[in-house]
């Protein structure tokens, strides 16, 4: 009895165990999709203007007048909230246009905006 | 399990979903200059053609800005549209006036043009936007709107500046404003309709007639200069720019236009006031030589604009004043005045609603042509003539459009005229009442 009482026990810690481990993994590789799709959206649609590194200094950004945000100053983050961000990219600002991006991919282009740039 | 009419049911919506697959994927089926900039035509365009801020920048800077790093664009920046339409006027016309092999009334044109594109970056800092067409009533191919660029942005007094050179065949061709001839309201017309017999010599006369050299610049996003030294194209090194078109617009000497105006952004507002014109002088017709007429056209426009990510308006509007100096054909006897004046007035109020389904738009539009009586340059001609021998035309242009994705564009256009060539009834002498030629236009344009 006690001996089968042990092995419950064992065989429950070891599913346990194994949740937990697929779990963690299931979870890590959610926000590593997350980031590269953000990363995606952000080099295809926004690096024109905003350059790879998130300066404001892409091909197109010597045209332009305001120039594009630079994202890696802690005064664009200081005045820019996720919700005025979003409704820039939503509704455009000056020569900004504007961009038909689902709610999904708007919070993942700002989520890696905010891993990658901001300081 | 399922029988053969159902699978063959089946197997069609499969192929239709596909095709519309195809058609929605940005990746596989855009035209060129999204192509190019991995941009929705929405960056650019409003409803096509009218240009969004990030649009007159893209256009003022040559048509290079680009995603790809690369000097040079590949693969090549073309593409593609086709129009088809439906005319109806009010009245039939009468046998012998309407365009060649099209019926007195009902025309189905399709294709009414089917144009292929070269649009882009051409190396470094050279771009272009090069049409060539098929339109069913010329009934030939020919190089239709023609804007080659070279662009520059640098500072001035610290500020953005963009100097630019552009090479084109037709006025305002090059103008980046929906305000302007070339590419003002209502965007497309039907081609078998009657038309006014009056129209300013820088409204429309001169495309495909002339090739022009010009040099622009835009200081700050706020203050635009150009000048364009325009020339026949019926000779020398302007003559490739009417490929197809037989010149049947003689212009005499170089004919300067200018242009400038003011803009202001601020959000989702954008303000412009402008004036352009032109000097030209034009050989009778029939003529190549001698003393040419003289056509002084100057013009005022504004624009303002408004875009939000549902809603869209904006306002057009311009006036043209030309004087005309007959000093060529008054000699001949083909105008019964050495001096005319003709006014042009448009203005037209634009409403667009993006929703899930595509774009739901109209526009509201008023037009007028007002100038001397001159009853030998208008004299009386069925349909297209004057009984009265004013050229006095005006009225209304409603349209209503659907654009279920971005490249593709359906209007409903319906014509009112208050007048026409000078009268509402009877206006050529032959017993054709003016609204007799209001006209239901029905297009579909669809760009690839």
Known sequence: MEREDFLMKKTVVLFLAAGLLVTGFWGAGTGKCADERG?????????????????????????????????????????????????????????????????????AVINYMKEAFKP | MFGKPLRCVLLALCAGGILALLTFNEAKAVPSFARQTGMSCSACHTAFPELTPFGRTFKLTGYTISK?????????????????????????????????????????????QASVFYAGKILYKLGAFVQITYDDVFDGIFLDNTDVRLAHTAKLFGKPLIVGLTYNN???????????????????????????????????????????????????????????FYRTALNGYTQPLSAGTPIDTNVAYVAPYWRVYLQHQRGKHTIAFGTYGMVTRIFPEGETR??????????????????????????????????????????????????????????????????????????????????????????????????????????????????????????????????????????????RSASDNNTLYVLAWIAF
Not at chain 2, 309 to 323: D, L, N, R, Y
Not at chain 2, 414 to 431: E, H, K, L, Q, T
């Open chain 2, 68 to 112: 790809s790093k690369k000097p040079w664009q590949f693969p090549p920046p073309v593409a593609a549209m086709l129009q088809g339409s439906y005319t109806r006027t009010d009245k039939n016309l009468p046998p012998g006036t309407a365009p060649p092999d099209y019926k007195g009334n009902d025309n189905i044109n399709v294709p009414q």
């Open chain 2, 170 to 228: 037709n006025p305002t061709v090059q103008d980046v404003w929906n305000s302007t001839p070339v590419w003002g309201y209502p965007w497309a017309t039907s081609n078998v309709a009657p038309t006014p017999a009056a129209g300013a010599v820088i409204d429309g006369a001169l495309g495909s007639q002339v090739g022009g050299l010009g040099v622009y610049a835009l200081w700050n996003n706020l203050l635009y200069a150009e000048i364009t």
């Open chain 2, 290 to 431: 001698g003393t040419p007429d003289r056509f002084t056209d100057i013009a005022l426009d504004a624009t303002y604009q408004y875009i939000s990510k549902k809603h869209i308006f904006s306002v057009q509007t311009t006036w043209i004043h030309e004087i005309q100096d007959w000093f060529g054909s008054y000699p001949l006897g083909a105008t019964a005045n050495s001096q005319n004046t003709l006014d042009t007035f448009r203005a037209n109020f634009n409403y667009y609603y993006r929703f899930r389904y595509g774009m739901l738009g109209g526009t509201f539009g008023y037009f007028s042509t007002t100038g001397n009586t001159d009853p030998v340059l208008y004299a009386p001609d069925q349909v297209d003539g004057s009984r009265t021998g004013s050229p006095n035309t005006d009225g209304f242009i409603l349209q209503a459009y659907y654009l279920p994705w971005e490249r593709t564009k359906f209007t409903v256009q319906y014509v009112i005229y208050n007048r026409f060539n000078g009268a509402s009834s009877n206006y050529d002498g032959f017993g």
């Open chain 1, 39 to 107: 990363k995606t959206i952000f080099d295809g649609k926004c690096a024109m203007c905003h350059g790879t590194d998130g300066s404001g200094n892409g091909p197109a950004a010597a045209a332009l007048n305001p120039g594009p945000a630079d994202f890696n100053t802690a005064s664009f983050w200081g005045k820019m909230s996720d919700a005025r961000i979003t409704e820039v990219i939503e509704n455009g600002h000056g020569s900004m246009p504007a961009f038909t991006l689902s709610s999904g991919e708007i919070r």
